[in-house]
């Protein structure tokens, strides 16, 4: 098998071109603590999904600059907690941001003050969903999913009020589930949903819910993601549920999480 990639390689130097290099989609979640930032890198496009808490903006431009990120073609922000959006100002100072998508609420925060003042300084198209949108970019085609529930700001239920985005590239399914949880992740499960994937974003940073059973049951992943820390780990609950059913986990505990997938497998590069 060397011997005739070999071969194949000579003949395309000798005829003046080169192996054209294995085009894909990169996905990386940032080690950030105990926050969300995920990357998707592919056909020139660069998607956003959350942007970790505001002391993490410098750590995310550094990650950005050395994948010589110049530009973000979406940006979504699941949820309006610290974790997700406190970076954003930031990252819009220093990069252009082509378009942004926003669940349909309003909560009183210094935090949400600073992101939306931001959105509004740089005149980033904003877009708040009431229902599903879908969309494509390069050959990734996207959903996302709002809320089924209204937010309480006395209750605080923003982790309820999660966009949950599904990607599809090639035959490689992703699910970003950011913080669902509670009566909007039950919704999920027994509503009609599609939630078979090959990667998932489990969601709240890998907290125990008596539903993510019916979850890893209905989207069956290969690969999952958990976004926590040494100092705010996933519950051991989650991880064995993930372990019985034989799935990959990645921690970024353990550092920056980067998958690769050609739209027909997804594998582990070797940084």
């Known amino acids: ?9 000579c003949l395309a130097m000798l005829f003046g071109c080169t192996p054209e290099p294995v085009s894909g989609m990169d996905i990386r979640t940032f080690s950030i603590g105990k926050a969300d930032c995920s990357l998707l890198s592919f056909d020139g496009y660069n998607v956003l999904i959350d942007t970790g808490e505001e002391d993490d903006g410098d750590d995310i431009l550094e990650a950005l600059k050395k994948l010589q990120v110049k530009k973000l073609d ?3 922000l699941t949820h309006f907690d ?7 100002p930031e990252l819009a100072a220093a990069l252009p941001v082509d378009r942004v998508i926003l669940p349909d609420y309003v909560r009183s925060s210094d935090l949400y003050d600073a992101m939306t003042a931001s959105i509004e300084e740089h ?8 229902a599903e949108s879908s969309f494509a970019l390069g050959r990734a085609s996207f959903t996302v999913w709002p809320s089924t529930k209204t937010y309480d700001p006395e209750k605080g239920n923003d982790n309820q009020m999660s966009l949950v985005t599904r990607v599809a590239f090639g035959q490689v399914r992703l699910l970003f589930l950011a913080d669902a949880e509670g009566g909007w992740l039950k919704d999920l499960c027994y509503s009609t949903y599609e939630l078979g994937c090959d990667v998932i974003k489990i969601p709240c940073h890998g907290k125990w819910q008596k539903h993510l059973p019916a979850l890893l ?3 069956l992943p290969q690969y999952a993601i958990i976004t926590d820390s040494d100092k705010n780990p996933a519950a051991v609950e989650t991880l064995d549920a993930l372990s019985t059913m ?7 505990a353990d550092g920056d999480v980067h998958l690769f997938t050609d739209g027909q497998t997804v594998t582990i590069p070797k940084d």
């Open 74 to 76: 979406l940006v979504i």
């Open 123 to 130: 005149g980033i198209p904003a877009e708040r969903l009431t």
């Open 1 to 9: 098998m060397k011997t005739i990639l070999s071969i194949c390689i």
């Open 246 to 252: 034989d799935v990959t986990t990645l921690r970024t």
């Open 82 to 88: 610290k974790d997700h959006i406190g970076g954003f």
């Open 217 to 219: 049951t209905l989207s």
